[in-house]
Each structure stands twice: as structure tokens, then as C-alpha cells.
């Protein structure tokens, strides 16, 4: 077996002991990765990403919420709208997930890592942690902020009751060019009417 291989394995492991470890600190959030995980292979296939590029972006969407760990309970489950000094916490989720992932120091860590940190960037550069806009943003981060969003907004959180299909595409659609990458945002809308994951 290749160092290549070997260090996929690995890097397969750890991301399970982390999945497993999000699990224990939120239930909701590690069900979300894994529709996340799905909605995402499909746009990046959708968007004709090499092997390579899907598989990275796989991994990357199992992981993109474990900074989580890391938001205290009273701020992570808290029911209705975060106080600004709140949300500055929520926000720092990203950065905490990149610097968690580093920590696995194998093959394509360093591009799992910065694909976490920016998958809350904006296309029009309001975004965070990093405020990068456009093409600026890594494509496949840009691919899993429209699977994160679509997913966000039709399961019911603490602070907020699920949409319908119909409810989110018309989010989503309204959020094209500025939240999100218009183009990734077309190819979505075709796939989503097919697939497993579409909303009632």
C-alpha cells in the first residue's frame, strides 16, 4: 500500500474519532454534516471537480462544523437571536475548525483546513472570518456554503423552525450574488429536484 493510500486511511480515521466526538456535543449538528456531506459530492460532480477535488471536498464537509466543540453550550443552543458578543463567539466556529483540522498534519489538511475557514465567506465580501469575495473564495468552500445553506434552512434548529423546499429555494435564489456564488446557486436549484435530501 502507497503513502498516498496510507495517509487517505489516516486522515478516514481521524475524521470518524472527530465526527464521533461532534456527535456526543451536538446530535443535530453532526446530522447536518452528513446531509451536508451528500448535497455537497453532488454539486462538486455537478461542477465537474476531479476525483481528487471531490474527495477532499467530502471530508471537508464532514468536518466544516467541528469548531463547534469549541462554542460553549449557553451560545451554541441557545434558543432565538444571538446578542452581538454572541455571535462574534458563533463566528469564531471557522477558525477553530481550521486550526482543529491542521492538527492532523497529513495529505490535504492544510486544504480541508482553509476549505472550513472560508465556507462562511460571502460572494460579495460580507462574509467571515476572512471577508474574501468572489473567486476569491476557494470553489469548493463556495460549493458547501449553498449545500450548508440549503440544508440550514429546511431543519429546524433551537432558534429557528424548518422551511420547506419551495421557502429555501426562494432564500437561496434571493441570496444569489451576494451570499452566494450565482452560478453554483443555478446548478443547485437542477440537482436538488432529484435528489434524496430535497425538502418536503
Known amino acids: 500500500m502507497d503513502k498516498i493510500q496510507l495517509d487517505y486511511n489516516k486522515l478516514c480515521l481521524c475524521t470518524e474519532a472527530l465526527r464521533c466526538a461532534l456527535e456526543h456535543r451536538d ?24 476525483a481528487t477535488e471531490i474527495g477532499i471536498l467530502k471530508i471537508s464537509a464532514s468536518l466544516h462544523d467541528i469548531g463547534k466543540i469549541g462554542i460553549p453550550d449557553n451560545i451554541l443552543l441557545k434558543p432565538g437571536t444571538l446578542e452581538p458578543d454572541q455571535w462574534l463567539i458563533m463566528k469564531s466556529h471557522a477558525q477553530k475548525g481550521e486550526d482543529i483540522i491542521k492538527k492532523l498534519e497529513i495529505q490535504n489538511t492544510p486544504a480541508i483546513a482553509n476549505i472550513v475557514r472560508h465556507h462562511h465567506e460571502h460572494y460579495d465580501g460580507q462574509g467571515y472570518p476572512d471577508q474574501l469575495s468572489g473567486e476569491q473564495i476557494p470553489i469548493l468552500s463556495r460549493i458547501l456554503s449553498v449545500a450548508d445553506s440549503y440544508d440550514a434552512i429546511t431543519q429546524s434548529r433551537s432558534y429557528h423552525q424548518a422551511k420547506t423546499h419551495h421557502q429555501a429555494m426562494q432564500i437561496i435564489h434571493g441570496e444569489k450574488g451576494t451570499k452566494l456564488d450565482p452560478k453554483i446557486v443555478d446548478l443547485f436549484a437542477l440537482l436538488i429536484e432529484t435528489s434524496q435530501y430535497k425538502a418536503q
Open 27 to 50: 446530535i443535530h449538528t453532526q446530522r447536518h454534516s452528513q446531509r451536508v456531506i451528500a448535497l455537497s459530492e453532488a454539486l462538486g460532480i455537478a461542477c465537474q471537480l476531479s
